[in-house]
């Protein structure tokens, strides 16, 4: 993978990470309008959705500190995170709905 490829990549990632950001707010918002029980339980979802997201940018950082060597071994890794971190925001949208 070449530098403007792997560049790409990482911007799209961020990119990615930005968006997610976006949709967690506006859970975040439904967390807060919701009724006491239930909000109690967003916001533990809530809190996981961000873990997850600050551990998905942690890696991305990782990434883009990453010698050429260490970067194509550490993708996979970033690519498991970003999968999981993807998977829990399709669950918290189908429990906010």
Not at 62 to 70: G, I, K
Request: net charge negative.
């Amino acid at each position: 993978m070449n530098d403007s490829d792997r560049e790409a990549y990482e911007q799209k990632l961020q990119a990615q990470l930005d968006e997610w950001k976006a949709e967690m707010d506006k859970l975040q918002a439904k967390a807060d309008a919701a009724e006491a029980d239930a909000r109690i339980e967003y916001q533990k979802q809530m809190d996981r959705l961000e873990a997850q997201r600050e551990d998905a940018r942690q890696k991305l950082t990782e990434l883009q500190e990453a010698s050429d060597s260490a970067w194509k071994d550490m993708k996979s890794g970033v690519e498991n995170a970003w999968d999981s971190l993807n998977e829990s925001l399709k669950k918290a949208r189908s429990r906010f709905k």
